[in-house]
Nanobody, 123 residues
Framework: QVQLVESGGGLVQAGDSLRLSCAAS????????MGWFRQAPGKERDFVAA????????YYVDSVKGRFTISRDNAKNTVYLQMNTLKPEDTAVYYC????????????????WGQGTQVTVAS
């Protein structure tokens, strides 16, 4: 089993930046891909970004392209989501998760969900 712990959320102003972290432990050798999702109040959990576990081939939802970057620190088994030029519509709880399918944007293809970290962007 893989355990994931997110951190780095907070309250920021529109235009600010945040970097979220997702620390992986346990059977990390079984991870094929990692992704970030977000869930705003009263809405579905939506795909944000994902990549192969080795940090290659990232892909993003269109609304964050050019603003968000997913990456990995191999030495720390930690995945990051660098979020720049934040907008109020980015406000949500952000979750990381593992997948055995690269290229998927469906939460059904992801598992080992972390507890989430709240990001609030004030206008």
């Amino acid at each position: 089993q893989v355990q994931l712990v997110e951190s780095g959320g907070g309250l920021v102003q529109a235009g600010d930046s945040l970097r979220l972290s997702c620390a992986a432990s346990g059977r990390t050798g079984s991870i094929y891909a990692m992704g970030w999702f977000r869930q705003a109040p009263g809405k579905e959990r939506d795909f944000v970004a994902a990549m192969w576990w080795n940090g290659e081939n990232p892909y993003y939802v269109d609304s964050v392209k050019g603003r968000f970057t997913i990456s990995r620190d191999n030495a720390k088994n930690t995945v990051y989501l660098q979020m720049n030029t934040l907008k109020p519509e980015d406000t949500a709880v952000y979750y990381c998760a593992t997948s055995r399918v690269w290229g998927s944007r469906s939460k059904q293809d992801f598992g080992n969900w972390g507890q989430g970290t709240q990001v609030t962007v004030a206008s």
